[in-house]
């Protein structure tokens, strides 16, 4: 006999305990890794209104931030830096002394390494025009001039002692250049998390008031088409060539299947990032009373990490670490 009665699936999802024994994906806390914003010259934590729970911190309230990460057994932290200045060439993210690197220092000397401490390695939050690079003459973004300035931002970070650094532009040969120049400079030791198939999303509008961003346009001319997968993994295999030692899908829930497909074929780790809008859009409808928050949030982590993410980036990081560990 085949079939019903003889097999009943239901069996498998009779209590909490024969589900959990059959789980075919388990997140745990050590692949959860926390976006956190410090905000050059304020002296209070300054909420973000379009992320409920996320803010901009001080230095101060980043190193608390940053033990409470550790101490929940995140896996790392993503720093971005809101600097007072900004200018067309986004010059504070050069600065020896700028916002992201006093940030830098500060986690690793707070948390060593029992954190990876990881820095967002992109000129938007830099610049005037809050695009990721520098300007040409015609308002287009200028590739091999922006790489000059990402291989520059790649040192200052590393001298800083950040563990790993996140080319998040898409810039072609952004990966290459930054490797380089690191190796150069005798950071062979910084590794380099690449933003391989970074789409052109409307899901990064909360970010943007996150880091202070005034974008003019659009970054479509060098950002993904959400209409195109193949080229997710034309872009891998020329990241992985240029030496990057992890690589990330970003959004993530909106595109598990680039997800899963660059999962299939990759010869490094490979991440996700669930971006501030796919974060908000699910706090909005709890706050409605529409959706159950702490449910969802444990099965959108869920779903990122059986499509194939070995870490996500999510501000829900720490909370999910710790719902986690509860069971």
């Not at 993503?78 to 200018?87: K, W």
């Not at 052109?200 to 970054?219: H, K, N, T, W």
């Not at 240029?242 to 680039?258: N, Q, R, S, T």
């Not at 702490?294 to 501000?315: F, K, N, P, V, W």
Request: with cysteine; hydrophobic share 45%.
């Amino acid at each position: 006999m085949t079939g019903f009665p003889l097999h009943r699936p239901r069996r498998l999802r009779t209590s909490p305990a024969v589900r959990r024994l059959v789980a075919e994906t388990r997140l745990h806390p050590a692949q959860l890794i926390l976006p956190a914003f410090v905000r050059e010259g304020i002296s209070e934590p300054v909420p973000i209104g379009s992320m409920p729970g996320v803010v901009q911190h001080t230095r101060d309230t980043l190193r608390k931030a940053a033990v409470e990460a550790a101490e929940a057994g995140l896996g790392g932290l993503m720093l971005y830096g809101v600097p007072a200045v900004q200018d067309a060439v986004g010059s504070e993210g050069t600065n020896p002394d700028g916002i992201l690197q006093q940030a830098i220092r500060d986690v690793v000397a707070e948390v060593g390494d029992r954190l990876v401490v990881m820095s967002d390695l992109c000129l938007d939050e830099y610049t005037d025009h809050g695009h990721c690079g520098v300007l040409a003459a015609d308002g287009s973004v200028d590739n091999d001039a922006t790489l000059e300035r990402y291989a520059e931002m790649a040192v200052v970070q590393a001298d800083a002692g950040v563990h790993m650094v996140g080319p998040s532009g898409m810039m072609d040969g952004q990966i290459g250049v930054v490797r380089r120049a690191l190796d150069e400079a005798g950071h062979q030791d910084v590794a380099v998390l690449a933003y391989t198939a970074k789409y052109a999303s409307g899901f990064y509008g909360p970010f943007r008031e996150a880091v202070g961003s005034s974008l003019r346009g659009d970054r479509k001319t060098y950002q993904q088409d959400p209409a195109n997968a193949r080229e997710a993994l034309r872009e891998l295999e020329l990241d992985v060539a240029e030496g990057a030692d992890l690589v990330m899908v970003k959004p993530a829930m909106a595109y598990l299947d680039i997800l899963r497909q660059v999962a299939d074929v990759s010869p490094v780790p490979v991440a996700a990032y669930q971006v501030s809008g796919e974060y908000a859009m699910v706090e909005a409808a709890a706050a409605n009373g529409w959706i159950d928050r702490d449910r969802l949030m444990m099965e959108t982590l869920t779903s990122i990490h059986r499509a194939g993410a070995e870490q996500i980036l999510t501000y829900w990081a720490v909370e999910a670490a710790r719902a986690l560990r509860q069971g």
